[in-house]
């Protein structure tokens, strides 16, 4: 079969089923050896990457796979309120252990729960749970007592002498008595502490001293908002982004941070994707079609650090501004060759500075571990799409030679395969669509050949029907198109004496 043969140590392989996909993100990438090789250093050694190349060659592929091989992000980043000035909120880094640390104490201040029975009758009849009169345990839903029918609410606190000096105490720890919560005390060696007991659905919590002097020191901290999360995703994709979602932005509040009815401003920041990608990847695509969004790029990248503020300046977050918001990322930008230089140059040499540029392969050499390569491009093209069938290896060959045709009339190389996949998973696609409609259990050669009809650029198709775009653009064209052409036929050729 001469190149589309298959050797026959890999005679097991029956369909693309049987192709083994790589589990490494970056191995899955066909054909792009440099791209790879500096993309595992970017990763470990925290460099920027410029790749450039046509569209549909894995530009996009890179970048998400190289955010596979950096650390885990171990900061959080908060927005925390100014009392002295609230249109200047803080911000403050919380790492994995603080936080970590934080949800132990807020767990800590839970209390404990414990079943109505096991706290003092009293106690359980002031909050709902005991009947005053026959003693019966019932939910505190139930203001009727269900064996009794007597009325279980006391008519008012029944506390004994000291009860208002337990209000004023309870108080002083951020808690009320009321038939939701009951101030107490109880016995603990040989000393007397301040107990609080609440309504916790069937159970009840208990508040001693020491939980009580916890969730008031959690209620002193000024409240926050958290803005990039410790847990999330480090690849974050702004191709296309406009001002406000690469910046940040401080959402409009119509009642102008009224203490009663509007929005503190902290809770109305917004987190851009050169925030969000702390400690992560950043990727844009064409980024030349940012303009001068750029040097906004370049200043972050210079100072790790970017301001959020409201950037509508009729919105009330526009005198709102958070300095300093850390943004240490690492970008990966795109483009093709013909926008290389519309890329700001302080931008570029800043790039080129801590990190590589990359020329994108269109084609590689067309040899047996390539075809190899292609195979297992086939394999997963499929298991991401996973709504067609398998293809046949038969059928894997028809795709690889117009892969070398294309290579041949596109690229102008002989003896290559094309890496413009994008287009060749298309390709895959539309020959498992056939298979799938006609309720094929995998992808045979018939199929890529009907695939090979209809997969084709629309400049072809015009092509084919009309010969060449002109003539398709001028029989296309209606009459109201032509104004001459529709001003010669009723002016002259018209039989309505009218138009003579």
């Known amino acids: 079969m001469g190149s589309t043969s298959l050797n026959a140590d890999d005679s097991e392989i029956r369909d693309s089923s049987n192709v083994s996909i790589p589990t490494s993100p970056l191995e899955r990438v066909i054909g792009q050896p440099e791209a790879v090789k500096l993309a595992v250093v970017a990763a470990k050694q925290r460099r920027n990457l410029l790749l450039v190349g046509p569209p549909g060659i894995g530009k996009s592929m890179v970048a998400q796979a190289l955010s596979f091989y950096i650390q885990r992000p171990q900061q959080e980043i908060r927005v925390v309120h100014n009392p002295q000035l609230p249109e200047r909120p803080f911000f403050e880094i919380k790492t994995s252990e603080e936080i970590l640390a934080e949800r132990e104490e807020s767990f800590s201040t839970e209390g404990y729960l414990s079943d109505p029975k096991q706290v003092p009758p009293s106690v359980a009849e002031r909050l709902g749970y005991r009947c005053p009169k026959c003693g019966l345990y019932s939910a505190y839903t139930e203001a009727v007592c269900p064996h009794c029918s007597s009325q279980k609410s006391q008519q008012g606190p029944s506390q004994g002498p000291f009860g208002d000096v337990f209000n004023v105490i309870g108080a002083a720890f951020g808690v009320q008595n009321n038939q939701e919560r009951v101030t107490s005390t109880r016995k603990v060696g040989d000393r007397s502490e301040i107990v609080v007991y609440e309504r916790a659905g069937d159970l009840v919590r208990l508040l001693d001293e020491r939980t009580l002097e916890r969730r008031r020191k959690v209620e002193k901290k000024n409240p926050s908002k958290v803005i990039v999360p410790l847990e999330r995703n480090p690849f974050v994709l702004a191709t296309g982004a406009s001002e406000t ?213 629309v400049e072809e198709k015009i092509k084919k029907s009309y010969g060449n775009l002109q003539s398709a653009v001028s029989s296309e064209s209606t009459l109201s198109q032509k104004p001459e052409e529709y001003f010669y036929t009723f002016t002259n050729n018209s039989e309505d004496p009218a138009y003579q």
């Open 245 to 457: 979602e690469l910046l940040g932005d401080v959402r409009h509040d119509p009642y102008g941070s009224h203490p009663q009815l509007g929005t503190l401003p902290y809770e109305r920041v917004i987190a851009g994707s050169i925030h969000e990608s702390h400690e992560g990847v950043l990727f844009i695509d064409e980024i030349t079609h940012l303009g001068p969004l750029q040097r906004y790029i370049l200043t972050a990248m210079q100072e790790k650090a970017f301001p959020i503020s409201g950037r509508n300046p009729q919105s009330a977050g526009a005198s709102v501004r958070v300095d300093r918001v850390p943004c240490d990322f690492i970008l990966v930008a795109a483009c093709n060759i013909q926008d290389l230089q519309s890329i700001l140059s302080p931008l570029r040499s800043r790039i080129l500075g801590n990190g590589y540029e990359v020329l994108m392969e269109t084609s590689m050499q067309d040899t047996q571990p390539g075809r190899f390569k292609y195979m297992q491009f086939i394999a997963q093209e499929i298991a991401v799409d996973g709504r067609i069938p398998p293809m046949s290896v038969e059928a894997m060959v028809m795709v690889i030679e117009e892969g070398k045709r294309r290579a041949r009339i596109v690229d102008k190389k002989e003896n290559a395969l094309t890496l413009r996949l994008r287009e060749m998973g298309g390709l895959v696609r539309v020959s498992g669509d056939i298979a799938f409609i006609e309720g094929s259990k995998i992808i045979e050669p018939a199929h890529v050949t009907e695939a090979l009809k209809l997969y084709l650029p």
